[in-house]
């Protein structure tokens, strides 16, 4: 039977127990499934980030490679050249995607015009 207080209508304490229970057991359980899906969330984009830095890294280095021969001194590129020309001594003509040297390009068959 339940005491009446005038006003208030108190219930048993065994209902307010398991009412207690339950209201803590969701705020448990929604806590839990919030911090792993923010754990998710943060691995996520720390994954995210990590990938653009390292394109990022790749680009810079395409981007440094053509800059490495102003570092260069003088002499080193005047030398570098110099093996260049005697490799190849005969001068070259880009024919097709392919440096074909000029005396052969100068043999091939051509059209000529009047």
Do not use: W
């Amino acid at each position: 039977m339940e005491k009446n207080t005038g006003i208030l209508n108190l219930p048993d304490q065994s209902v307010l127990g398991k009412n207690v229970d339950a209201v803590h057991n969701y705020f448990k359980d929604t806590f839990n499934e919030t911090k792993k899906e923010i754990s998710e969330s943060l691995s996520s984009f720390k994954e995210g980030l990590s990938d653009r830095l390292s394109k990022t890294g790749s680009y810079i280095n395409n981007l440094v490679l053509p800059v490495n021969n102003f570092l260069k001194d003088v002499t080193q590129m005047e030398r570098e050249f110099e093996e260049e020309k005697i490799k190849n001594e005969a001068f070259c003509i880009c024919l097709n995607g392919q440096m074909v040297p000029a005396d052969d390009v100068l043999n091939l068959p051509m059209e000529e015009n009047y």
